[in-house]
Nanobody, 122 residues
Framework: QVQLVESGGGLVQAGGSLRLSCAAS????????MAWFRQAPGKEREFVAA????????NYADSVKGRFTISRDNPKNTVYLQMNSLKPEDTAVYYC???????????????WGQGTQVTVYS
């Protein structure tokens, strides 16, 4: 069982930046595909970004391309989401997710964190 704990959410003005972190308990973190999803009030959860185990490959939702960057530090068992040029429509609870292997283009994940709130005001 893998436990994921997100941090770094908060309140930020439109145009600002935030960096989310997700710490994983996995022993062999480097073989897990990791991702970020988000869920806004009244909306379904949506995919944001994913990264391969080595960090060499990434995948982004069109809505965040060019503004968000997913990265990972395998020795630290941590995945990050750097969010720049934030917009009010980015307001959501952001969830970290992981799976053992698989494609970064698949949005099916097995392990989930509890989420961290990001609120962007104009």
């Amino acid at each position: 069982q893998v436990q994921l704990v997100e941090s770094g959410g908060g309140l930020v003005q439109a145009g600002g930046s935030l960096r989310l972190s997700c710490a994983a308990s996995a022993r062999t973190f480097g073989i897990y595909v990791m991702a970020w999803f988000r869920q806004a009030p009244g909306k379904e959860r949506e995919f944001v970004a994913a990264i391969s185990g080595s960090g060499a490959s990434t995948n982004y939702a069109d809505s965040v391309k060019g503004r968000f960057t997913i990265s990972r530090d395998n020795p630290k068992n941590t995945v990050y989401l750097q969010m720049n040029s934030l917009k009010p429509e980015d307001t959501a609870v952001y969830y970290c997710a992981g799976k053992l292997g698989g494609l970064i283009t698949s949005t099916r994940f097995d392990y989930w964190g509890q989420g961290t709130q990001v609120t962007v005001y104009s």
